[in-house]
C-alpha cells in the first residue's frame, strides 16, 4: 500500500506538485496520466524517495523518510523513463543487477535462472549474451525492465506486496510489445503486487488502470476508476486538447485500438 | 549441474548461461594471482648487484647458516633493498590501478583517474614545496618532519585538495560528481600555478630533484616507508573491495543505483576517502607513476566484463604485476644505473594498450 | 648566507644517520667516487686504483669514462651502487637521496660528504677532504699547494687591473630565452676567480633573464659551456638575439666558450682553466 499525503515538491524554486494526494494499493494497476510538464515523473520520483517533499509518504506502511535504500529496495523496483548505460555490460548482467538489489524472493538456487526467466518475460530470451549498447532503445528498455521484475521477483514477500514503479514503460514500444508489457505489469498486480505506472497512452491506460489519476500543473485534477476519470471534458481541460470518449472517427478513417485485442488472446511470447 | 524446475523435470544448466561472463571473471583473477606471485618473486630475485634472494630467505627463517664474503652485502639488498621495494610495487600498484577503477565507476567514465578528485595536484604541490623551498620558508616544518618530509607533505597535500574539491561540490549532503570535476580542474590550475612559481624559484639540483619526482620511482623504497604508507594502503585496498556492489548499480546512474539500495551519498564519499588515501599513500613514496590508473582497468574491462566484482580484485593483482614487472625492468636496463619507473610504464604500456583496442574494437559496445 | 643554510640542512639530515665528518676510510680498496671534480682529484692523487665506479657527472680523465656508471648523484640506486660491491663511497655535497645513502650505511658501506665550494679555497678544502677520507693527507697537501700556487698566479695576472669586464655566463638559450647566471653558482665562483665580474647580481642560481635586464646588465663578455657541435653558427645565433646584440659583448664580439666540467668542476683543473679564462677575457695582459 502506498499512500502519499498533502504532497508538496519544490525543485529549484519552482513548485513542481502542489497538495497531492496519492493512493496505489496492492493487487492493482495505478495509471498516472497527464500532459507534458504536469508532475507525473516527479510524483513517480518523490514516491521513489529521490526528491524532498512536504507532506507524508508511507510504503507498505512505514514512512518513506524512514526506509533505508537497501529497506526501500526490497518493497520497490523503479524503471525509470530512460538508462544510459557507461559501461560495456551484456543484457544478462544489465538484468543480473536487479538480483543484487532487493530481495528477490526465490531460494538462491533459484538465483542463477531468474536472469533468463525475466528476459523471456520481456520477450527478449534469445539476448542474454548481447551487448546492451547494440540495443534498440525499446529493446534496452524492455531489459531494463526485465531486471526490475528480477529485483522484486515474487510480488508479495513474508506477506508485504511489492511494487513496481514504471515510468513511460511502453513508449519506445511497437504495439505488440506494449501489450505484452503491460501484460507483465497486469500479471504482477494479479499475483498481488501493486502497479504504479506513468503512461501517455490513453487507450492502454483505460485497458490497464485498475486506478486513474490526472495530473495537470502539479495537482491531482481527477482520480477514480477510468471509465470515470476519461470523460470528455477532463480530457480537454486537462489535455487542453478537444478529444471524444468512445467516439469512433470518420468513416473512412482506419483507427486500431489497442482494446481490440481478441479478449481471449494475449500476444505470443516465449515464456516457457 | 542438473536443478529441478518447478515442474519437475530435471534441466541441465548450461555451464554458463549466456551473457554471463562471471566465469571468465574468475579465471581471469586465479590466472592474475599466479601471475602476480611469479612476479614478486622475479622481483626478489633480479637486480643490479646479482644477490640471491633464497639463501638470505632461508637464513632469515632460520633454516640456514649465510656465510660468504658478500653475506652482509646480499643480505642488505634482499632484505633491506629488494624485499621493500617489492612490498611498497605490489601495494602502489594495486593501489593505483584500483583508485582508477573506482574514479572511472564514481565518474562513469573511461577517462577518469585518480587525479579527478584532486589528489594528484595536492600531492605534487606538497612535494614541490618541500623540495624547493623546504630550507627556506618551510624549513622549520622540514625540520620537524625530518627527512620524511618529502613523502608527509606530499601526503598531506594530497588529502587537502581533496578535503577542499569533496567541500565545493558537496551541497546539502549531495556530492555532484559533475561539479568535483569542473573544481578539480580549477584547483588544478591553481595547483600548477603555485608549483609554477616554485619551480621558477627552483635552483638546478632542485629542478633534477623535481623532474625525477615527477618521473616517479620506488627506487627509495625502504621499511620505514612501506610501514609509512602500506597500513594506510592495505586499508584502502581491503575497503574497495566493499564498493564492487555500488560500482556495479552506478554504472546504470545515482538514482537507480538509489534505488537498487545503494546508500548512494554515502557510497560516493567512501569511495573519495578510499581514492584519496591509496593514491595519496602511493604518490608520497614513489612520486607520480602515471598510466597504471587509467590502462590497467582499460585493459581487463576488455577482456572480463565490467563486473566489478571481478574487476577490483583482477585490477589490484594486474596493478601490481605490471608495476613490479615495470620496476624490474628499470632496475635492470640500465645497470647500474636506473630508469624513472614512469617511463618504463609508459613505454611498455603505451603500445600494449594501443594494441589491445586495435583488436578488440569491435567490442567496444558503449 | 645560502650556503650556511644548505649546511644546516644537509647537517639535519645528517644527524639521522651516520656521520659525515672527513675521518679517513676504513677500506679503500673498492672506492665509489659520486661528483665529477671528486674522481678528478682522486686520478690527480694518483689513488685511482681503488676505484671501481663512478657517478654521471665524472666524465675527466677519459679513464674514468670506462668505470661502470651508477647514475644521477642526486638519485643514487642502492643496489645499484652494491653491484660494484663498493667498500668506500665517497660523495660530493648535494648527492643523494638521504634514503639510499642510508640503506648503503647500513650494509656497511662508509660513506664520506665532502662540501662544496665554488672558491679558492674551496678546491683546496676540497683536495684534502679527499686526502683525509683516503688516508693519503700527505699527497693531498702536495697536491693542494700545487694547485694554490697555480691558482694564486692566475689571480695575480688581474690583480692589478681597475676595470674588470662584466662577464654574462649563459646555461642555455632554448627558445630564445636567455638562462643565466646569478651569484652563488660555479660559474659566478670561476668568473671573480679570473678577475671580472659577474653582470647578473640580482639573483642567486640559474633564472631567466628578460631582454631589459639582459640590456642592464651590459656584459662586456659572454661566457657558455662547450656543448660540441658547429661552434659558429651557434655563436652567430646567440650574438644575433635581439637584446644580446645590444650588448657590448656582441658589439666587440667577445664570446667565449669552455668545457663544462673544465671550466665549473671546482677541481684539480681549475687553476688552468682560471688561466685559460684569464687569457680570453684579458687578451691584452
Known amino acids: 500500500m502506498i499512500e502519499a499525503n498533502d504532497i508538496s515538491v519544490s525543485i529549484g524554486g519552482r513548485t513542481i506538485l502542489q497538495d497531492v494526494d496519492f493512493t496505489a494499493r496492492p493487487g492493482e494497476t495505478t495509471v498516472i496520466v497527464g500532459p507534458n510538464g504536469s508532475g507525473k515523473t516527479t510524483l513517480l520520483k518523490t514516491l521513489c524517495g529521490d526528491y524532498a517533499y512536504a507532506g507524508a509518504v508511507r510504503l507498505g506502511g512505514r514512512d518513506l523518510k524512514s526506509l533505508t535504500p537497501p529497506q526501500a529496495a526490497s518493497l520497490r523496483a523503479v524503471l525509470p523513463q530512460s538508462t544510459t548505460l557507461s559501461f560495456p555490460f551484456t543484457v544478462r548482467e544489465v538484468v543480473a543487477l536487479g538480483l543484487t538489489a532487493g530481495r528477490p524472493g526465490v531460494a538462491p538456487s533459484h ?18 549474451g548481447r551487448f546492451y549498447g547494440e540495443l534498440s532503445g525499446g529493446e534496452q528498455q524492455r531489459v531494463q525492465l526485465a531486471r526490475v521484475l528480477c529485483q522484486v521477483w515474487v510480488p508479495v514477500l513474508e506477506g508485504v506486496p511489492r511494487f513496481l514503479f514504471l515510468d513511460e514503460p511502453v513508449s519506445s514500444l511497437d504495439v505488440r510489445h506494449q501489450l505484452m508489457i503491460m501484460d507483465v505489469a497486469r500479471r504482477f498486480a494479479e499475483a498481488g503486487g501493486g502497479v504504479v505506472a506513468i503512461l501517455h497512452d490513453l487507450n492502454l491506460a483505460a485497458m490497464y488502470a485498475d486506478s486513474l489519476y490526472a495530473l495537470k500543473a502539479g495537482r491531482v485534477a481527477a482520480e477514480g476508476r477510468p471509465a470515470g476519470v476519461l470523460t470528455d471534458a477532463l480530457v480537454e481541460a486537462v489535455f487542453d486538447c478537444p478529444l471524444r470518449v468512445g467516439v469512433a472517427p470518420a468513416p473512412d478513417t482506419p483507427f ?8 481471449d488472446g494475449k500476444p505470443k511470447t516465449k515464456v516457457a | 549441474m542438473a536443478q529441478a524446475s518447478l515442474s519437475g523435470t530435471a534441466h541441465p544448466a548450461p555451464a554458463r548461461p549466456a551473457g554471463d561472463r562471471s566465469g571468465i571473471g574468475q579465471t581471469a583473477v586465479v590466472v592474475l594471482a599466479g601471475l602476480l606471485l611469479a612476479v ?21 627463517l632460520g633454516l640456514a647458516p649465510l656465510e660468504g664474503a658478500d653475506a652482509l652485502r646480499d643480505q642488505v639488498v634482499i632484505l633491506n633493498i629488494r624485499l621493500p621495494r617489492m612490498i611498497l610495487g605490489t601495494l602502489i600498484g594495486a593501489a593505483l590501478a584500483v583508485s582508477g577503477l573506482v574514479m572511472q565507476g564514481l565518474f562513469r567514465n573511461p577517462l577518469a583517474d ?13 612535494a614541490v614545496a618541500i623540495i624547493v623551498v623546504g630550507t627556506t620558508i618551510l624549513a622549520p616544518v622540514t625540520a620537524f618532519l625530518g627527512i620524511y618530509a618529502l613523502q608527509i607533505a606530499s601526503f598531506a597535500g594530497g588529502l587537502v585538495t581533496t578535503f577542499v574539491l569533496y567541500r565545493v561540490a558537496t551541497r546539502s549532503g549531495q556530492t555532484a560528481i559533475a561539479t568535483m570535476l569542473l573544481a578539480g580542474i580549477a584547483i588544478g590550475a591553481l595547483c600548477g600555478a603555485v608549483t609554477g612559481v616554485l619551480v621558477y624559484m627552483a635552483d638546478d639540483n632542485q629542478l633534477r630533484d623535481l623532474t625525477f619526482w615527477g618521473l616517479g620511482s620506488l627506487s627509495g623504497a625502504n621499511w620505514t616507508k612501506v610501514l609509512a604508507s602500506g597500513p594506510i594502503i592495505l586499508a584502502a585496498l581491503v575497503g574497495s573491495a566493499f564498493l564492487s556492489r555500488g560500482l556495479n548499480a552506478m554504472t546504470l546512474g545515482e538514482a537507480t543505483a538509489a534505488h537498487l539500495g545503494i546508500s548512494v551519498q554515502p557510497f560516493k564519499r567512501w569511495a573519495i576517502v578510499l581514492v584519496a588515501a591509496a593514491t595519496g599513500a602511493s604518490v608520497a613514496v614513489s612520486g607520480g607513476i602515471g598510466f597504471v590508473g587509467i590502462v590497467v582497468p582499460h585493459v581487463l574491462r576488455l577482456v572480463i566484463g565490467p563486473d566489478h566484482r571481478y574487476l577490483l580484485p583482477a585490477s589490484a593483482l594486474l596493478g601490481a604485476a605490471f608495476l613490479l614487472m615495470a620496476d624490474a625492468v628499470s632496475r635492470t636496463v640500465v645497470a647500474p644505473a636506473e630508469l624513472p619507473i614512469g617511463i618504463v610504464t609508459a613505454f611498455v604500456g603505451g603500445p600494449f594498450f594501443l594494441w589491445i583496442l586495435l583488436r578488440r574494437r569491435g567490442g567496444l559496445a558503449w | 648566507m645560502k ?4 649546511l644546516f640542512a644537509a647537517a639535519l639530515v645528517g644527524l639521522s644517520l651516520p656521520a659525515a665528518a672527513l675521518e679517513p676510510f676504513t677500506d679503500t680498496s673498492r672506492l665509489v667516487s659520486i661528483g665529477g671534480s671528486l674522481t678528478e ?29 651508477v647514475g644521477y648523484m642526486r638519485a643514487l640506486a642502492p643496489e645499484g651502487v652494491l653491484s660494484v660491491s663498493p667498500t668506500a663511497l665517497l660523495v660530493i655535497e648535494g648527492s643523494g637521496p638521504p634514503e639510499a645513502l642510508e640503506v648503503l650505511s647500513h650494509a656497511g658501506v662508509e660513506y664520506r660528504t665532502v662540501p662544496e665550494s665554488f672558491s679558492h679555497e674551496g678546491v683546496l678544502d676540497k683536495i684534502r677532504a679527499v686526502g683525509e677520507a683516503l688516508g693519503v693527507p700527505d699527497k693531498a697537501e702536495a697536491l693542494a699547494g700545487e694547485i694554490d700556487a697555480a691558482l694564486a698566479a692566475a689571480e695575480e695576472r688581474t690583480a692589478g687591473i681597475e676595470t674588470r669586464k662584466r662577464v654574462l655566463f649563459i646555461l642555455s638559450m632554448q627558445g630564445g630565452k636567455v638562462n643565466a647566471s646569478g651569484t652563488g653558482t660555479a660559474a659566478n665562483g670561476i668568473i671573480e676567480l679570473a678577475g671580472a665580474v659577474n653582470a647578473i647580481e640580482d639573483y642567486e642560481g640559474y633564472k631567466q633573464l628578460t631582454e631589459e635586464a639582459i ?25 644575433s638575439h635581439p637584446a644580446i646584440s645590444l650588448t657590448p659583448a656582441a658589439q666587440n664580439h667577445a664570446f667565449i666558450r669552455m668545457d663544462g666540467a673544465y671550466l665549473l668542476g671546482f677541481g684539480p683543473r681549475t687553476a688552468e682553466a682560471v688561466a685559460d679564462l684569464v687569457e680570453a677575457l684579458y687578451p691584452e695582459l
Do not use: C, N
Not at chain 2, 43 to 53: E, F, K
Not at chain 3, 3 to 6: A, E, I, K, M, S
Open chain 3, 3 to 6: 650556503r650556511l643554510r644548505t
Open chain 2, 114 to 126: 585518480p587525479g579527478l578528485v584532486g589528489v594528484s595536484s595536492g600531492a605534487g604541490l606538497g
Open chain 2, 40 to 60: 614478486m618473486v622475479l622481483s626478489m630475485t633480479t637486480g643490479a648487484s646479482g644477490a640471491s634472494a633464497w639463501p638470505v630467505v632461508a637464513h632469515a
Open chain 3, 41 to 69: 682529484i682522486i686520478y690527480a692523487l694518483g689513488e685511482e686504483a681503488k676505484l671501481v665506479a663512478r657517478d654521471q657527472t665524472a666524465v675527466y680523465p677519459p679513464q674514468a669514462l670506462e668505470l661502470p656508471d
Open chain 1, 256 to 263: 486500431v485500438l489497442p482494446q481490440s485485442r481478441a479478449a
Open chain 3, 215 to 239: 640590456i642592464a646588465a651590459a656584459p662586456d663578455v659572454i661566457l657558455m659551456m662547450d656543448r660540441g657541435g658547429d661552434h659558429a653558427a651557434s655563436e652567430a645565433e646567440i650574438l
Open chain 1, 111 to 128: 538465483y542463477r535462472r531468474l536472469p533468463e526467466e525475466a528476459l523471456a518475460r520481456v520477450d527478449l530470451a534469445e539476448f542474454a
